[in-house]
C-alpha cells in the first residue's frame, strides 16, 4: 500500500503571496489532517478533513484555509503569507472510525522571504 | 486544554547506553499516547503506541508504559545504536471528538560510536 505523499517537497515564496501545497491520503484512509511543523518544534493542529468536511481546526487564521477531495487527497491554501509562516507543513492521515494511528508524509518545507 | 512536556535536548549518548526520554501529559479523560521519531530531513514516524492505562507499547527495542497516575509515558531502550540519532515526540490524541494530535517539542538524541 502506498503512504502518504506531499507535494512539492520544497517551496520558496515572497511575504503576501499566496501557496497551495497538495496531499495524497493513504489507501483507504479518509480522514486528513494538516500540521504546521516551526524549526526546532513539534508539530502544530492546523485543521482536519473527514469525508470532504472540515471537523477540527487548531488556532490559525482564516487564511490558513483547506479542501478534501472525494479521493480523499486534500490541499492546505495560505493566503497573505507572512514570514512566520515559514515551517514544515506535515499531512497525516488515517481510517476515521476508531483507529487513532496516523500515518504522516514527508512534509513540504515552506519558506517565506 | 491538553499539553505534552518532553525533557528538553540534546540527550548525547555513546553507544550501547541506556535511554530514557521523559514525557508527561496533561488531558481530560482517557488518551493515547504515542512516541513518534523524526530523522533529518523527513517526517514523522510512529515509533510506538498505547491506548490505556499500564498498557505497553513496543517497537525495535524501544519501550513505554502508560501510567495514569504519574500521567507519564517515559520512553526506554536499553542499548541505543548510532542508527537512533533522531528527534523523538511524545503525543497525545484524546478519545472523544476529532481526536488529533497533541505533540510535545520533541527530543533530540544523538548518539556516537
Known amino acids: 500500500e502506498t503512504g502518504v505523499t506531499q507535494s512539492p517537497t520544497h517551496l520558496i515564496k515572497t511575504r503576501g503571496q499566496q501557496v497551495t501545497l497538495r496531499c495524497s491520503s493513504q489507501?483507504?484512509?479518509?480522514?486528513v489532517s494538516w500540521y504546521q511543523q516551526a524549526l526546532g518544534q513539534g508539530p502544530q493542529f492546523i485543521f482536519q478533513y473527514y469525508r470532504e468536511e472540515e471537523n477540527g481546526r487548531g488556532n490559525f487564521p482564516p487564511r490558513f484555509s483547506g479542501l478534501q477531495f472525494p479521493n480523499y487527497s486534500s490541499e492546505l491554501n495560505v493566503n497573505a503569507l507572512e514570514l512566520d509562516d515559514s515551517a514544515l507543513y506535515l499531512c497525516?492521515?488515517?481510517?476515521?472510525?476508531?483507529?487513532?494511528?496516523?500515518?504522516f508524509g514527508s512534509g513540504t518545507r515552506l519558506t517565506v522571504v | 486544554g491538553d499539553s505534552v512536556t518532553q525533557m528538553e535536548g540534546p540527550v548525547t549518548l555513546s553507544e550501547e547506553a541506556f535511554l530514557t526520554i521523559n514525557c508527561t501529559y496533561t488531558?481530560?479523560?482517557?488518551?493515547?499516547l504515542f512516541w513518534y521519531v523524526q530523522y533529518p530531513g523527513e517526517g514523522l514516524q510512529l515509533l510506538l503506541k498505547a491506548t490505556k492505562a499500564d498498557d505497553k507499547g513496543s517497537n525495535k527495542g524501544f519501550e513505554a508504559t502508560y501510567r495514569k497516575e504519574t500521567t507519564s509515558f517515559h520512553l526506554e531502550k536499553g542499548s541505543v545504536q548510532v542508527s537512533d540519532s533522531a528527534v523523538y515526540f511524545c503525543?497525545?490524541?484524546?478519545?472523544?471528538?476529532?481526536?488529533?494530535?497533541?505533540f510535545g517539542k520533541g527530543t533530540m538524541l544523538l548518539v556516537s560510536p
Open positions: 488531558a481530560t479523560g482517557y488518551p493515547s
Open positions: 497525516a492521515s488515517r481510517e476515521g472510525t476508531g483507529e487513532r494511528s496516523y500515518t
Open positions: 489507501s483507504g484512509h479518509n480522514t
Open positions: 503525543a497525545l490524541s484524546a478519545n472523544s471528538g476529532y481526536s488529533t494530535l497533541t
